[in-house]
């Protein structure tokens, strides 16, 4: 099947060697970068003995930590691609206000949906015993990884102790991206992972390089809204994003690519979780962001769309569903474009990061 086209007017580096016209939000951030350098380190918890005892063994996500000033911390978990860290990019200060931020990026060499969730438990319960209960903040398959995660501790009557979950344009279940029974994927993630799903094994480094490209593609096609790009990044902020978010794509190895795909497919549809009586997943304050273009990416039967925008609230008691949509005569919000589209994003990231701060001292408890 021939890739879709993007053609955006302007490359990444025209766009360098213009004056950035930046807003007063870009400009208090790099001004504040300037005068406090960030810097994630690697963070392993005090102890780990779910993810030491997991019997799937396999590569480790790495886990790094970057200080914050508050004392609600943040765990991010990202995409496919990009990594956490890069998701995050034009939100990270935000983040670093309310806390300490851990982003977990995931290796490239390898994927262990058992072994992930096991180390998402000793972060949390490490956090939990140095007297904090963190926020988790997730992107799309990142999003899907949190809501199995708090699916199967609420199987074992678990509920872990959270100080409130962020999910944005979540990908919960390969029907989210190929329907059932589909012979041609109706959205652009479909087509990239559709050779991934006939076949538990790798399905070649050529199937590996066409995906490579769709992701490349997809994100360089954020590149059309110039005027956007120019007041959201100095010219030195959009070579740095661009060459860490393309060496990451190109860096995934086909075992890596196929065992995130296999992850997916181990994954239960939000949709299958009433039967099962599993809900609500959690009592923690939630909000779930959903771009006003998630048909784009997604396919339009997806049962994590379906789930949450007919019934958020029989998940999260506590939760807040936001579409976020642009502004008249914008370009419309794409799925899980926190970096594009950051403005649209933020207000609703900022009221919600403030309600938990007024619970600051229960969350401390």
Same mark, same amino acid.
């Given at each position: 099947?021939?890739?879709?086209?993007?053609?955006?007017? !302007?490359?990444?580096?025209?766009?360098?060697? *213009?004056?950035?016209?930046?807003?007063?939000?870009?400009?208090?951030?790099?001004?504040?970068?300037?005068?406090?350098?960030? +810097?994630?380190?690697?963070?392993?918890? *005090? *102890?780990?003995?779910? *993810?030491?005892?997991?019997?799937?063994?396999? #590569?480790?996500?790495?886990?790094?930590?970057?200080?914050?000033?508050?004392?609600?911390?943040?765990?991010?978990?990202?995409?496919?691609?990009? =990594?956490?860290?890069? !998701?995050?990019?034009?939100?990270?200060?935000?983040?670093?206000?309310?806390?300490?931020?851990?982003?977990?990026?995931?290796?490239?060499? +390898?994927?262990?949906?058992?072994? &992930?969730?096991? !180390?998402? $438990? =000793?972060?949390?319960? $490490?956090?939990?015993?140095?007297?904090?209960? #963190?926020?988790?903040?997730?992107?799309?398959?990142?999003?899907?990884?949190?809501?199995?995660?708090?699916?199967? @501790?609420?199987?074992?009557?678990?509920?872990?102790?959270? +100080?409130?979950?962020?999910?944005?344009?979540?990908?919960?279940?390969?029907?989210?991206?190929?329907?059932?029974?589909? @012979?041609?994927?109706?959205?652009?993630?479909?087509?990239?992972?559709?050779?991934?799903?006939?076949? =538990?094994?790798?399905?070649?480094?050529?199937?590996?390089?066409?995906?490579?490209?769709?992701?490349?593609?997809?994100?360089?096609?954020?590149?059309?809204?110039?005027?956007?790009?120019?007041? &959201?990044?100095?010219?030195?902020?959009?070579?740095?994003?661009?060459?860490?978010?393309?060496?990451?794509?190109?860096?995934?190895?086909?075992?890596?690519?196929?065992?995130?795909?296999?992850?997916?497919?181990?994954?239960?549809?939000?949709? $299958?979780?009433?039967?099962?009586?599993?809900?609500? &997943?959690?009592?923690?304050?939630?909000?779930?962001?959903?771009?006003?273009?998630?048909?784009?990416?997604? =396919?339009?039967?997806?049962?994590?769309?379906?789930?949450?925008?007919?019934?958020?609230?029989?998940?999260?008691?506590?939760?807040?569903?936001?579409?976020?949509?642009?502004?008249?005569?914008?370009? #419309?919000?794409?799925?899980?474009?926190?970096?594009?589209?950051?403005?649209?994003?933020?207000?609703?990231? !900022?009221?919600?990061?403030?309600?938990?701060?007024?619970?600051?001292? #229960? &969350?401390?408890?």
């Amino acid at each position: 099947m021939p890739l879709p086209r993007f053609s955006p007017p !302007q490359t990444w580096y025209s766009l360098l060697h *213009a004056a950035p016209l930046r807003s007063l939000h870009t400009l208090v951030r790099t001004v504040e970068e300037r005068r406090r350098p960030g +810097g994630a380190r690697p963070f392993r918890p *005090a *102890a780990e003995p779910t *993810a030491e005892a997991c019997p799937e063994q396999g #590569p480790r996500a790495e886990i790094r930590r970057e200080v914050g000033r508050g004392r609600v911390p943040t765990i991010v978990l990202g995409g496919f691609v990009p =990594d956490a860290g890069e !998701q995050i990019f034009l939100v990270r200060r935000f983040l670093l206000s309310a806390g300490d931020v851990y982003t977990v990026h995931y290796p490239v060499q +390898g994927f262990s949906l058992p072994l &992930l969730l096991a !180390q998402l $438990d =000793d972060l949390v319960a $490490d956090l939990v015993a140095r007297g904090e209960r #963190p926020v988790i903040f997730a992107v799309s398959f990142g999003a899907g990884l949190v809501l199995e995660w708090l699916r199967r @501790a609420r199987a074992l009557g678990v509920s872990p102790s959270l +100080g409130g979950l962020v999910l944005v344009s979540p990908v919960a279940c390969v029907a989210d991206v190929v329907a059932p029974g589909a @012979a041609k994927p109706g959205s652009l993630i479909g087509r990239a992972l559709k050779p991934f799903l006939a076949q =538990d094994r790798s399905p070649g480094e050529a199937a590996v390089e066409r995906a490579r490209v769709l992701f490349a593609r997809m994100f360089e096609a954020g590149a059309q809204n110039r005027t956007a790009l120019r007041r &959201l990044m100095t010219g030195e902020e959009l070579r740095r994003l661009h060459e860490a978010v393309l060496g990451t794509i190109r860096g995934l190895s086909a075992e890596g690519a196929t065992a995130r795909i296999q992850a997916l497919r181990a994954m239960q549809a939000p949709t $299958d979780y009433f039967a099962a009586g599993l809900l609500p &997943l959690t009592s923690a304050p939630a909000l779930v962001l959903l771009a006003e273009r998630e048909e784009g990416m997604l =396919d339009a039967a997806s049962p994590t769309l379906f789930a949450f925008r007919q019934a958020h609230r029989a998940y999260f008691p506590q939760g807040v569903l936001r579409e976020i949509r642009a502004a008249p005569g914008q370009p #419309p919000v794409q799925h899980a474009s926190l970096i594009f589209h950051v403005f649209e994003f933020l207000p609703s990231l !900022q009221a919600f990061y403030a309600r938990l701060r007024a619970q600051r001292l #229960p &969350l401390a408890a």
